[in-house]
């Protein structure tokens, strides 16, 4: 006979004819609560009736077997265990109150223990009831619930984590948060352990010891202690080389006794170490995701365990490492940590300059050599990046840190050179230069802003017309006309609609858009040609200021007023169309010089909406227009309706997000150096969050750290 457990019922079906004998709900959830199925526990002896056991969520509810019917319930009760042991006709409730013992039929408490409560592992051992939690593992009698043997394996009252049980022919073995023991059926304990040394459910049992799985191997523990580390150095460098040795077949405590060498451990290490990864490279012997695990385990206990007197023996495997030798990245690391700036500033660099420019800045091989170069204060370091900064062909990520970094590494030469790269207000490009028509079509740029979708040459005129899709107005599936002439495409005409629909995350409630009835779809599958050319309606601006009517609804700027916000910029070109205020207090001068330098160096000129609660003021940084929206409130335009479909979500917050910090800002003591976040979204998830450390030089805010918080 066998209880099947559905969503909301449980079934009993009679196994050898597959009849269903009963079935019935579920006990109701609480309000509010959610109720999952945590435990069911058939109670099956030979002598009394058996009874079936249910956890779900916060109740628990017992029935009889053969029949289904009720017994007793303990609803709205967390009952924590998974397992509910009984013995006899005694069922072990446990929770954060204590324990209790119930009889099994008819709910009736038999005895309370309040100092047993909350285990993380409960099972029945040599006719008691064991639970493993709250730092102890403990023996309960049946009878009348007093603690027989208790044991610490953990800090007091800690539950939860890596904890776990086994009772195995006659023993218990039990793995606490710092403790790991196997007791007999006495409860006394046979063997103890630091808990990070017993790794996996112990599975099988012989004797004292006993067998787990630890993700790849079975592992065998076998009472005993291990011998003391010895002392003279001689002797510990063998054991190291003993230990190296057998390095894969090492356990959590082989590794901490290795690591426990120390010094002496080095020189076995390295020599493994560097041999696997040239085996690696090699790849001769076609094990190479075995090596690479056992390079990188080798490298992480050895993480520990080098210190400055090796950096002679790193710094010749450098020098000696082939261009992309897997040890490199290791070397570099661990230079960076231990060695002295004016050895491994040169050594760095060497490194960088055989690069060619366009590398990626989180390539693994050089990464440590970079991450230690844009924070060097070292002269050498300080004019590789001056120079890098100062040319527009160096690596653009290389670029940027210079740009994010000199002002603080750099003295004055360094600040200068941030100084000279700043960005100005400047007004944008008009619209259809900013569409980078000239690569439409060119299969060698994927990426461009604007793709083509159809063209049709009509046979009166021979004149020929593009449907292209361009995200520059913040959905990539926006469409626009366009005339092509020879390879050129003129007067690119935006239509209104989007091959995205609206998104999923849409505020406005507004229906999707459509153009003389038409949705983006039906007008790409063909229409597109007979609705849209020669149609009046795609060029119309009102207030001719070089954004159509159609443009001026999705950003939300005024169609009939050519300056919307009237700082003489008109809104085709304005770098923040609905601002026009500049930065003038101090917490805004700190929050443009942030954010100039947060986007130096990056070119996308796509719609960004900028969404704060602080007084909108114009930032110079971006090539594409930001549009204020101030204290959440939506867009006059529909704008917020393409939230996933490619247009910039830009945030400015304080780093951590404290409550208190009312102008997004962490200021210093005497307010001379200020930590922002700036955050960036594209298509709604895809986004990166920055913190910026600006400092107050002379009369001017600047930059001087910019390193990524998050990534989503
Ligand atoms: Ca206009
Ligand atoms: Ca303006
Ligand atoms: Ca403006």
Redesign the pocket.
């Known amino acids: 006979l066998v209880a099947q457990l559905r969503p909301k019922e449980v079934v009993a079906v009679d196994l050898a004819t597959r009849r269903t004998l009963w079935r019935r709900d579920l006990p109701k959830a609480p309000p509010g609560g959610i109720d999952g199925i945590e435990a069911a526990t058939i109670h099956s002896t030979s002598k009394g009736p058996r009874t079936l056991v249910l956890v779900t969520g916060t109740s628990l509810a017992t029935y009889d077997l053969a029949t289904g019917r009720p017994l007793w319930a303990r609803p709205n009760t967390y009952v924590e265990q998974g397992a509910l042991p009984i013995i006899g006709n005694t069922l072990w409730v446990s929770g954060d109150a204590g324990s209790e013992g119930r009889n099994l039929r008819t709910g009736r408490i038999e005895w309370t223990n309040p100092a047993a409560s909350s285990t993380d592992y409960a099972t029945v051992f040599a006719g008691s009831f064991v639970g493993l939690g709250h730092g102890k593992v403990f023996a309960l009698s049946s009878r009348n619930g007093k603690t027989l043997w208790s044991h610490e394996v953990g800090p007091h009252g800690t539950s939860g984590g890596n904890q776990y049980g086994a009772a195995l022919r006659g023993r218990l073995f039990v793995r606490g948060i710092s403790k790991g023991m196997a007791l007999d059926a006495a409860g006394k304990p046979l063997w103890q352990q630091p808990a990070e040394t017993m790794i996996g459910q112990p599975l099988w049992a012989d004797g004292n010891a006993f067998v787990t799985y630890d993700g790849g191997r079975f592992v065998r523990y076998v009472p005993g202690t291990e011998a003391p580390l010895p002392t003279s150095p001689e002797a510990r460098r063998q054991e190291a080389a003993r230990l190296v040795a057998r390095f894969e077949k090492l356990d959590a405590a082989g590794i901490k006794r290795l690591q426990a060498l120390g010094t002496d451990a080095f020189a076995p290490m390295f020599a493994e170490f560097l041999r696997t990864t040239r085996s690696y490279d090699a790849d001769k012997d076609g094990e190479s995701y075995r090596i690479y695990s056992k390079y990188h385990d080798l490298a992480q206990t050895m993480d520990r365990i080098v210190d400055e007197e090796h950096v002679p023996e790193l710094v010749a495997a450098l020098k000696k490492a082939k261009p992309d030798g897997s040890e490199k990245p290791f070397l570099m690391g661990w230079l960076g940590k231990v060695g002295k700036p004016d050895e491994i500033v040169p050594l760095f660099l060497k490194e960088l300059e055989t690069k060619t420019p366009g590398f990626e800045m989180y390539e693994s091989n050089t990464f440590a050599a970079r991450s230690y170069i844009i924070r060097s204060d070292h002269p050498l370091a300080v004019r590789f990046m001056i120079d890098k900064l100062r040319d527009p062909a160096a690596d653009p990520v290389m670029r940027k840190e210079a740009y994010w970094r000199l002002a603080g590494t750099g003295g004055e030469a360094g600040l200068r050179a941030v100084l000279a790269q700043r960005h100005r207000r400047e007004t944008l490009k008009p619209l259809a230069e900013r569409m980078d028509l000239g690569y439409v079509g060119k299969s060698n740029r994927d990426e461009t802003i604007t793709k083509l979708v159809a063209e049709r040459t009509d046979p009166k005129s021979g004149r020929t017309w593009s449907l292209l899709r361009c995200g520059i107005l913040g959905s990539s599936g926006d469409l626009w006309l366009a005339e092509k002439v020879g390879d050129a495409y003129r007067n690119p005409s935006f239509t209104g609609v989007t091959l995205d629909g609206i998104s999923r995350w849409n505020k406005t409630g507004l229906p999707e858009p459509k153009f003389a009835g038409k949705t983006a779809k039906e007008l790409a599958a063909g229409a597109w040609f007979t609705v849209l050319v020669g149609n009046d309606a795609l060029t119309k601006d009102a207030d001719g200021d070089g954004l159509t009517d159609f443009i001026e609804a999705r950003l939300g700027t005024d169609p009939a007023k050519a300056d919307?916000?009237g700082?003489g910029?008109r809104d085709e070109i304005?770098?923040?169309?609905?601002?026009?205020a500049q930065p003038k207090t101090e917490a805004e001068r700190v929050l443009a010089a942030a954010f100039e330098a947060r986007y130096w160096g990056e070119e996308y000129p796509g719609v960004a909406i900028m969404s704060e609660k602080f007084a909108p003021f114009?930032m110079p940084g971006r090539t594409g227009p930001v549009l204020f929206e101030n204290d959440h409130r939506d867009f006059a335009g529909t704008l917020s309706r393409h939230y996933e479909q490619g247009v910039a979500m830009l945030g400015i917050s304080d780093p951590g997000e404290k409550a208190d910090a009312r102008d997004a800002i962490v200021w210093n003591a005497d307010r001379s150096e200020a930590t922002v976040r700036i955050s960036t979204y594209y298509g709604g998830l895809n986004g990166t969050g920055y913190k910026a450390v600006v400092c107050k030089f002379g009369d001017d805010w600047i930059v001087v750290a910019m390193d990524m918080e998050f990534v989503s």
């Open positions: 919307t916000d700082d910029d304005d770098p923040w169309p609905n601002v026009a114009e």
